[in-house]
């Protein structure tokens, strides 16, 4: 996997993105030379032919990306992957028929719109082939990485599933500890491992042990990290993998000398300006929302229209959330501080509405404003829960040394939760993102909210 970003991706995945960015590119202009032999040049350079391209090509990206067309789980998907690149012509083809119906000079239709049009049909065509050989290669034991995981438990079959599935890393896991039959021991966890690697040959070995005394076969695994083989811990690769740090087994010193963690005072100033400029640009974009929303929590039931609520923000200071009311009044009066559970009956009707679009979020917008929180970051939680989170969680303080977010990594990767092994899962993804923050991953986040927001999914 390589680290871009402060994000990993596979190698492959970066692969098929880039070779995809190319082949769009390249089957527009070839189809642009062909059909314009004479004024090519002009088209091209003088009259903005290679911009133009490359917000096609931004857009095919775009498409693809949003229709899952990266997901890595579905590279070997042959007639899944047929679809989605069918369903991304379709809509390029409709989409462009529109900017030439509306903005005729942006697409010339006599020289330039031509070129586009027989550009996507060659677009068609090396798309399905190169999707096809991508196909291919991940299938291809050839191309893949041997590797043996050494370890056994929860931990270590959470690592082999996830080799296993993530097909697009180039893996193959020749072998691990939990094969090995009788008593384990430093002797025979070292006869298995050695054995494996003269026989089937090794590349990397993953160590996923959760007690290594007696057992860790120390001397082997410095023959064979001299010989080539890559050596590495459990702990950086199931962050990889699944895009979180798991707490369980976790030493607090590998998150003091672990890579990342790092909020330097350029970093903050860039995060604080780049979040009040989009918190103002969009509380200006939803001001002719804002009537019709508070008109509508109004009249569908009694009480006030924003709902204020305490939160717990960067280092543990509390301050007010604002949001839309999205339910009864009275939802709390004799329960107490709840989580919402699924179909829960206290969400009013147009609360429902305003949930599932995270039309009741617009209010928070004055909470980025005034610094309490960023757009992107760990979601706050309420002092009631943090306290029993704080004692039942190992290491969820460590969500509190950064401003909270209105989206989040823990969002857009996790369904809502309102259980405690569902803060639990949300922390693990919380860590990865502190971890790892970036302006880049930020970006990423706020793609993916999009996204979201659009198909509909995880609201309550």
Same mark, same amino acid.
């Given at each position: ?43 091209? $350079? !003088? *009259? /903005? ?10 857009? %095919?990206? #775009?498409? &693809? ?113 939990? $094969? !090995? *039959? /009788? ?10 491992? %050695?054995? #494996?690697? &003269? ?43 699944y895009g979180r740090i798991e707490v369980e087994h976790l030493n607090p010193s590998w998150l003091v000398f672990a890579e990342g963690f790092r909020f330097s005072t350029p970093f903050r ?46 280092? /543990? ?144």
């Amino acid at each position: 996997m390589i680290r871009l970003f402060n994000v990993h991706y596979p190698v492959r995945t970066l692969v098929l993105l880039v070779g995809e960015a190319l082949l769009v590119g390249c089957s527009l202009v070839l189809a642009i030379w062909w059909l314009n032999p004479e004024r090519n040049w002009i088209l091209l $350079n !003088i *009259e /903005g032919g290679y911009l133009k391209i490359a917000c096609v090509t931004a857009i %095919v990206l #775009l498409l &693809s990306h949003g229709l899952d067309a990266y997901d890595s789980a579905s590279l070997g998907a042959k007639w899944e992957q047929i679809f989605r690149l069918v369903v991304v012509l379709c809509v390029l083809a409709f989409s462009l028929a529109a900017v030439d119906f509306l903005y005729p000079y942006f697409l010339p239709g006599r020289v330039f719109l031509p070129g586009v049009k027989w550009g996507l049909v060659l677009l068609a065509v090396t798309l399905f082939g190169w999707r096809a050989a991508c196909g291919w290669m991940v299938q291809v034991p050839y191309f893949r990485e041997r590797v043996y995981v050494l370890g056994t438990g929860d931990r270590a079959q959470r690592l082999l599933d996830g080799l296993r599935q993530r097909s697009e890393l180039g893996i193959e896991v020749v072998g691990w500890t939990g $094969n !090995i *039959e /009788g008593e384990l021991t430093r002797e025979t966890v070292a006869a298995h491992l %050695v054995g #494996l690697a &003269s026989n089937s040959g090794v590349d990397r070995v993953i160590v996923a042990m959760p007690d290594r005394r007696g057992t860790l076969p120390v001397e082997e695994l410095l023959d064979l990290r001299l010989a080539g083989v890559k050596v590495e811990e459990a702990t950086s690769w199931l962050e990889k993998i699944y895009g979180r740090i798991e707490v369980e087994h976790l030493n607090p010193s590998w998150l003091v000398f672990a890579e990342g963690f790092r909020f330097s005072t350029p970093f903050r100033l860039m995060r604080r300006l780049l979040n009040f400029s989009v918190a103002l640009i969009g509380l200006v974009l939803a001001l002719p929302l804002l009537p019709f929303i508070m008109l509508a929590v109004k009249l569908d039931s009694p009480g006030p229209i924003l709902y204020r609520q305490k939160r717990v923000g960067r280092g /543990g200071v509390p301050f007010y959330c604002y949001k839309f009311r999205t339910m009864r009044q009275d939802a709390e009066a004799d329960t107490g501080a709840t989580w919402a559970t699924d179909d829960d009956p206290r969400i009013t009707r147009v609360g429902k509405i305003l949930r599932v679009s995270r039309l009741d979020e617009i209010p928070q917008l004055r909470c980025v404003l005034e610094g309490d929180m960023h757009f992107v970051g760990p979601r706050p939680e309420r002092p009631e829960f943090v306290e029993w989170l704080t004692n039942a969680i190992p290491f969820y303080y460590v969500r509190h040394m950064v401003r909270p977010g209105i989206t989040g990594w823990a969002q857009v990767q996790y369904k809502y939760g309102n259980t405690l092994e569902d803060a639990r899962e949300k922390l693990q993804y919380d860590l990865f993102y502190i971890k790892n923050a970036s302006i880049f991953l930020d970006m990423l986040i706020m793609f993916q909210t999009i996204k979201i927001v659009i198909l509909g999914r995880g609201a309550k």
